[in-house]
């Protein structure tokens, strides 16, 4: 049973635009979430994260937004580059362990 | 700068035979992970090892085994690879007294079974 799902597999957008990647959860006792990228044949780097504690958190270009009564969360990246191109990884912890979602693979176009 | 180092970047080999994969790290992290990524499937985690000597099972720890002896080194062993052992294999570690989920990864292990 997958407990943490990105249901969109792709995105693409054009370049200068917003992209929402979407991710929901269905552990209420998760309390810590995260955001991983990924490019081809490297391993994943972290993003951003918030905690349950808050309901929004922004690191330059890239915002995390949670709803915990909805059990989702987002990351919106404004404005989009064509280096944003990658797989995004949404993951939520869970006794110490990261639970990942099955990623969203995002196209910037120029 | 934290860095995750495993040690080939590609590798094949034939069913049946016995894999290593090793991943050092270089910041004293007490947690390292092993992950397997799937088109499709996402990231899965294989073992754990919170400390020396330690080690837990993951989600998919069927078919693998681990050793961590030392701080600074995981390694991973298939004992009798199979093909549905081709992926990439992707080792972290992490500083559990820095925040329960940041993790640092290695550039990955693409390892084919023929």
């Known amino acids: 049973d997958q407990q943490v799902k990105q249901n969109s597999p792709s995105l693409s957008v054009q370049e200068g635009r917003i992209s929402i990647l979407n991710c929901d959860y269905t552990?209420?006792?998760?309390?810590?979430f995260l955001w991983y990228k990924k490019y081809p044949a490297e391993g994943p780097t972290f993003l951003i994260s918030?905690?349950?504690?808050?309901d929004k958190n922004e690191d330059g270009r890239f915002t995390v937004f949670l709803n915990k009564s909805a059990k989702h969360l987002s990351l919106h990246i404004v404005p989009s580059q064509p280096g944003d191109s990658a797989v995004y990884f949404c993951?939520?912890?869970?006794?110490?362990?990261?639970?990942f979602g099955k990623g969203t693979k995002l196209s910037v176009k120029p | 700068d934290v860095k995750v180092t495993q040690s080939s970047r590609y590798l094949v080999k034939r069913t049946g035979e016995k894999v290593f994969l090793e991943c050092v790290q270089d910041?004293?992290?007490?947690?390292m992970f092993w992950y397997r990524q799937d088109p499709g499937l996402g990231l899965r985690l294989i073992y754990f090892s919170y400390d020396v000597k330690m080690k837990e099972k993951g989600d998919i720890p069927e078919g693998y085994s681990v050793s961590r002896e030392k701080k600074e080194r995981f390694s991973l062993i298939l004992e009798s690879a199979s093909t549905n052992q081709t992926s990439m294999y992707l080792c972290?570690?992490?500083?559990?007294?820095?925040?329960?989920?940041?993790?640092?990864f290695g550039e990955g292990s693409r390892l084919t079974v023929l």
């Open positions: 972290a570690s992490r500083d559990p007294r820095t925040g329960p989920g940041e993790l640092f």
């Open positions: 918030i905690s349950s504690i808050k």
């Open positions: 993951a939520a912890v869970s006794q110490g362990n990261l639970i």
């Open positions: 552990n209420s006792m998760f309390d810590y």
């Open positions: 910041m004293d992290h007490e947690n």
